[in-house]
Nanobody
């Protein structure tokens, strides 16, 4: 079991950057595949990025590929989402998720544990 807490969200102008962090409590952090999802009002929670247990494989939604980078530091029990060239359509609550059985999944149903989210707002 793992608990996740996101941070780093805020208000940024279009074209700017933010780095989100997700700090995990609990043991065996390296046993979990990790993902970032986002949800905006009236929309389904959607996949953003995922990373495998060892960090060797990463996956991105087409909408963010080339702009966002997911990484993890297992020694610090933290996963990051570096967001560059932000667009107004990136505005959403961003959630960190973890699962022991899947590594790098693009599907939200694969994840057993979720953080409470952090708001990202991109102005035009």
């Amino acid at each position: 079991q793992v608990q996740l807490v996101e941070s780093g969200g805020g208000l940024v102008q279009a074209g700017g950057s933010l780095r989100l962090s997700c700090a995990a409590s609990g043991r065996t952090f390296s046993s979990y595949g990790l993902g970032w999802f986002r949800q905006s009002p009236g929309k389904e929670r959607e996949f953003v990025a995922a990373i495998s247990r060892g960090g060797g494989s990463t996956y991105y939604a087409d909408s963010v590929k080339g702009r966002f980078t997911i990484s993890r530091d297992n020694a610090k029990n933290t996963v990051y989402l570096q967001m560059n060239s932000l667009k107004p359509e990136d505005t959403a609550v961003y959630y960190c998720a973890a699962d022991r059985n899947y590594s790098g999944s693009r599907y939200k149903d694969s994840y057993s544990y979720w953080g409470q989210g952090t708001q990202v707002t991109v102005s035009s």
